[in-house]
């Protein structure tokens, strides 16, 4: 069962990024803060979730939190300034559209780069552990899909619209016969010689 909070003293808000690594489009990041009360029967970390439990789960939470708010930086961001730096500024910037204050932050993971004076705690599979991370997964999630979905409308040859840009075998192999296009993170070194390999070597390994 998530905890509620970590602390009582502060009003905290959880943050979580979503497609982190994926091949193509940006990631996005979100950050909640939830009424000490706030309790659903299957809020949890979104990667436990159907796509159908999270779209429910959406818009509960965007009306029963006290604020929340959700981000992205573009592939060209990514590029520029790696992903994980990307991971960190989408958090930010989230944190910096929040109505509210919070006086610290619930981290998923176990790095962050510090945010203003805010105090902030690092919690590795914390979107499992706590209600504000786990409900910050659901709406960058859903948020980062929804987007991924659009952008297959122009690039249908990916089919975004179901692996969301995500290195499944569909994805590998649309760039081994399509290559590259302009949402494809660069910096990921993604290219039809090294998918080639690793399709060899998962072939070796069966």
Known sequence: MLQPYYQKRYVEAGCDEAGRG?????VFAAAVILP??????FLNDSKQLSEAQRNELRPVIEKEALCYS?????????????????????????LDNLKKRPKY?????????PYQDVKHKCIIKGDGLYSSIAAA????????????????????LYNWNNNKGYGTEEHRLAIQEYGLCKYHRLSFNINP??????FKEENIMM
Do not use: W
């Open 22 to 26: 994926c091949y193509a489009g940006p």
């Open 36 to 41: 000490k009360d706030f309790h659903h029967p």
């Open 70 to 94: 959700v981000a992205k930086v573009d592939h060209d961001e990514i590029d520029r300034i790696n992903i994980l730096r990307a991971s960190f500024k989408a958090m930010h910037l989230a």
């Open 105 to 113: 932050l619930l981290i998923d993971g176990n790095r962050f780069t």
């Open 137 to 156: 997964s659901v709406l960058a999630k859903t948020y980062r899909d929804e987007y991924m979905k659009n952008l297959h409308h122009e690039y249908p």
């Open 193 to 198: 010689s090294q998918l080639a390999i690793h």
